[in-house]
């Protein structure tokens, strides 16, 4: 049997990672359910994505046509991200290595009448398919798979030329640390305890180095919590959960 807890190009995935998730993933898309700040965090990552994606794809002032857009969502959970683009009219595939978030997906995406492709695959998978896409998004993924590196370097190979790659996760400081494991595990309780391994969190030169000289940095953001109102900001602090947007040459 193969030992899927290696770090090897395949397997770039943790069992227990995997086991968390599909805990999580049914409560996913409850507004009013223990994750709402999850989802209202959802809300405002996912109108910085909108933003750069049609900054790179718009027409001056006009918003692109997301129907000729191809976009994957590597790692795409319970579908947050990969729904709402798809209802804008973009062919939007979205992977992920758990099965139950996969289906969870699928079933609120029938539910709802909007055509998502989606696929209980890994990122390495697609790249032995040979695909790229318009835009390549990995959002809160890299800092729960083994191999960091490897991940971000599949992303990257997976844009087409011209294309643009989006990439969200939390940056390895202090501040990370008390804020997003110490206050939202183990305070107010917004996730479970042990969802994130601080020593995973990536800085975001280490994520530009991975990406490599094919690329060009557009676009980078932070995100922070008003706490008194429950609404997520953007914000030029880096320090604990940020964004990137990168052009490919072309």
Known sequence: MLDKSKKTGG????????????????????????YKTALEFNR???DVIKAQIESHFGKGNLPPDYSALSIIDIGSGGGLISEPLAKLGAQV?????????????????QKNGVEVTYRHMLSS??????????VV???????????????IQE??????????????TLNRTLKSYVIAIVGAEY???YLPVGTHDWQKFVKPSELERWVGSDFTLKHQTGMKLNPFKGKWLTTSSLAVNFIQAYSKNK
Not at 21 to 31: I, R
Not at 137 to 151: R, T
Not at 155 to 168: D, E, I, R
């Open 187 to 189: 305070v107010m309780r």
């Open 93 to 109: 595939t979205g992977i992920d290595a758990s099965a139950v978030s996969v289906e969870v997906a699928k079933r609120h995406a």
């Open 44 to 46: 405002a990552r996912l």
């Open 11 to 34: 397997n770039n995935f943790s069992e227990q990672e995997i086991s968390r998730f599909d805990a999580l993933a049914e409560s996913w898309w409850d507004p009013q359910g223990k």
């Open 155 to 168: 992303c990257a190979s997976l844009v087409k030329p011209g294309g643009l790659l989006v990439l969200a």
């Open 137 to 151: 998004i990995n959002a809160e993924v890299v800092e729960h798979v083994p191999d960091q590196q490897q991940l």
């Open 125 to 134: 998978e697609v790249v032995e398919e040979g695909l790229q896409y318009d």
